[in-house]
């Protein structure tokens, strides 16, 4: 009998797991979800009968035949201040047309959702000028003409201890956002992009109020607490998932779920040869270098930095070392502490793509950054460190065997993942001097990263989630 491949195997054990909805839920979502759960909520309980049998659908071309097709829950006419929004489909994949001019609820909650959510947001306007779109936004979100209600930098915190030092200021957030779904006029749709607790909670307020509910950038079910697989198949119409293996894991529940390409797969890119992009930082034109990629929120850099600094402190003379800034961090604290390590680095700011193009080795904090360094095909060893109480628990809840998105998705060890007490300033610069000396081991990772670049792109992946959530407007 053929031996399956390690991905292979990996892969159909998340799926099967995942499948019988085996897990925990909990988290925010139950305290913020203000109300009953849309399954024990006799109003709403008839709009999706238990047992019911639900098939995938597929609409225009994005594939599937028309018989036997099921309208997803939120494919109908939506009502809007006693406006309806009707929608008209022409020939060909993305000929959708809305009559009349319809409110769109954006939510996002950290800086990469800011960036999927103005992606979206910029197709689906380029395609409906009309739309009004506002939301829980962030600077790209906001560039991209999506008004405020919510800034997400009220929004952004990351692990147990860290939500709950922000209870306040979030639990704020969360009752302005519901007061905008229960608004009068309401939303003719809510879009919710990642922020999982948060935006589960907020779904059961839309499901209450009858507004369509689409979900892009699935929370991580397949990787910790799996409960919530049945939540959000209860109070979501439509997911649209960023990875092909997550396509499975919701179409066996019955949810409506499509993979239309990782947006970032095309907007990830270098735009400047790695001897200008050096050139441009101040940077030498030859020799290794090496970029420090610490989080993109303040408490993750605040716990990663340091260590960073240290691994450069170690590494000294065998390579040039360039910090990246992430939008909002204080670029001033960064360069204190810099000052204060004594090492030699260099501050870029809005240049990352080109800066980790040019590098020879990245060390990363775990998040979507890893992704983008995979995209680019640069060795990195993926770092986190958290506090303690939000450590312990994580650990408790994790079903996989990897933290890094770029092993997860090739299913195999590709980067070296250094998390918590692993997380050394010794054991950093060791795997990046590997890189550095080993320049077999380097050629490798680039081929499975390259892989992995292959499997995410799908040519116009924002405007093709962006005819999925207007086809929701219908």
Wanted: proline letters at 5%.
């Amino acid at each position: 009998m053929p031996q399956r491949s390690d991905r292979a195997t990996t892969r159909s054990r998340v799926v099967a797991g995942l499948a019988d909805g085996r897990g925990v839920s909990g988290g925010l979502s139950d305290r913020f979800s203000d109300g009953r759960d849309r399954g024990r909520d006799p109003r709403v309980r008839g709009r999706r009968p238990a047992g019911r049998s639900d098939q995938v659908v597929c609409h225009g071309g994005a594939g599937g035949s028309a018989a036997g097709r099921r309208r997803p829950r939120g494919h109908r006419r939506a009502r809007d201040g006693g406006t309806y929004h009707r929608l008209h489909r022409g020939p060909g994949f993305g000929s959708v047309v809305i009559s009349d001019i319809a409110r769109v609820l954006i939510i996002a909650g950290e800086p990469s959702g800011d960036a999927h959510a103005a992606r979206l947001a910029a197709a689906m306007k380029a395609s409906e000028p009309r739309l009004v779109l506002t939301g829980a936004t962030g600077p790209r979100m906001r560039q991209a003409g999506v008004g405020t209600i919510v800034d997400i930098a009220d929004l952004s915190v990351m692990g147990f201890a860290e939500v709950l030092g922000g209870a306040g200021r979030v639990a704020r957030c969360y009752r302005r956002l519901r007061a905008a779904i229960r608004s009068d006029p309401r939303p003719s749709l809510l879009v919710l992009v990642d922020f999982p607790d948060f935006n589960i909670a907020l779904a059961a307020v839309a499901r209450r109020a009858r507004i369509p509910v689409l979900y892009y950038v699935s929370p991580q079910v397949w990787a910790w607490r799996r409960g919530r697989i049945a939540k959000i198949c209860r109070r979501v119409d439509r997911m649209i998932v960023l990875f092909p293996f997550e396509e499975e894991i919701y179409r066996s529940r019955g949810l409506d779920a499509r993979f239309v390409g990782h947006p970032l797969a095309e907007d990830v890119v270098a735009d400047a040869a790695p001897m200008v992009t050096r050139a441009r930082h101040g940077l030498p034109a030859e020799g290794p270098l090496v970029a420090l990629l610490p989080g993109s929120r303040k408490k993750t850099v605040a716990h990663n930095l340091p260590i960073l600094l240290d691994a450069a402190r170690r590494l000294g003379s065998k390579a040039t070392y360039a910090l990246a800034v992430a939008p909002g961090l204080d670029r001033a604290a960064l360069q204190a502490a810099v000052s204060a390590s004594g090492v030699a680095v260099a501050l870029v700011e809005d240049d990352t793509y080109n800066l980790v193009a040019a590098s020879d080795a990245v060390a990363v904090s775990s998040g979507t950054a890893t992704v983008e360094c995979a995209l680019l095909g640069r060795p990195m060893v993926v770092v986190y460190r958290m506090s303690a109480v939000t450590y312990v628990i994580a650990r408790g809840l994790v079903r996989v065997p990897y933290i890094a998105m770029p092993n997860i998705i090739l299913g195999e060890s590709v980067v070296p993942e250094l998390i918590q007490t692993a997380m050394t300033g010794e054991r950093v610069a060791a795997e990046l001097a590997h890189f550095l000396d080993d320049a077999d081991a380097s050629v490798r990772v680039r081929r499975r990263l390259g892989e992995l670049r292959r499997s995410l792109v799908v040519p116009g992946a924002a405007d093709r989630a962006a005819v999925l959530a207007l086809e929701m407007l219908g």
